[in-house]
């Protein structure tokens, strides 16, 4: 059973160019989030999306940055023109349900690493 | 503002010692989860501890909180060269679903 699935898993990007972080979550879940980790610090929360829908998109930087998760394959984190405040890690994950008061826990890719230059 | 402290940023200790971390929280939780999360990896889901719970465990590892304190702390015993890494504590807070606030994490190195 494979886990939360992520790629690219390291991705080089020259400013002002677009990156694609795709993310396909564990068999069965239809809950995905997306989280930034910027060096040396911890985790934070970008979008939460079901299929074709997006919950809370709260933590998403207003410009440049949109997600989705279409009916049919991987969910997509898309960063237009990106910019060297952008080099962070990415991480996907996934539940397969959204109650975390129930103590479903969620279950996270490995991550990419986006480098701007 | 930032959510979720760990405390000590960083800890190092020798094989064997038992390691003690700590994280506070400033929102209401409904759980609060530790994570571990090697160099250049993801995160690894260690244990989760629901709001009316004081105290968990699961093999070397003992969970303990207090909302009083808005406080919780990760005891890991008998360390190994292995559980170098880096742990963070992280809480829904009054969210039902995967958004989790992180603390900054706790830097663990475990010399042999």
């Known amino acids: 059973n494979a886990g939360v699935m992520q790629n690219p898993r390291h991705l080089v990007r020259r400013r002002g160019q677009e990156a694609r972080l795709r993310c396909s979550p564990m068999?069965?879940?239809?809950?995905v989030y997306w989280y930034r980790q910027l060096p040396e610090e911890g985790l934070k929360f970008m979008v939460y999306l079901q299929k074709e829908n997006i919950i809370d998109e709260s933590g998403m930087p207003k410009e440049r940055f949109s997600a989705e998760f279409p009916k049919e394959g991987p969910s997509i984190l898309r960063i237009q023109q990106v910019v060297r405040g952008d080099s962070a890690a990415y991480f996907c994950?996934?539940?397969?349900?959204?109650?975390?008061?129930?103590?479903?826990?969620?279950?996270f890719g490995e991550g990419s690493w986006l480098t701007v230059v | 503002s930032q959510q979720g402290e760990e405390d000590p940023q960083a800890l190092s200790i020798q094989e064997g010692e038992n390691a003690t971390m700590n994280c506070s929280y400033k929102?209401?939780?409904?759980?609060l989860q530790w994570y571990r999360q090697n160099s250049g990896r993801g995160l690894v889901h260690l244990i989760l501890?629901?709001?009316?719970?004081r105290e968990k465990h699961s093999g070397r590892l003992r969970v303990t909180l207090d909302t009083s304190k808005k406080s919780s702390s990760l005891l890991i015993t008998a360390s190994r060269a292995a559980d170098t890494a880096s742990y963070f504590c992280?809480?829904?807070?009054?969210?039902?679903?995967?958004?989790?606030?992180f603390g900054q994490g706790t830097i663990l190195t475990v010399h042999p």
């Open positions: 068999k069965g879940h239809s809950h």
């Open positions: 501890i629901r709001s009316n719970e």
């Open positions: 994950a996934s539940s397969p349900k959204d109650s975390l008061s129930s103590g479903n826990t969620i279950y």
């Open positions: 929102t209401s939780i409904n759980n």
């Open positions: 992280a809480n829904a807070g009054g969210t039902s679903y995967g958004k989790l606030t």
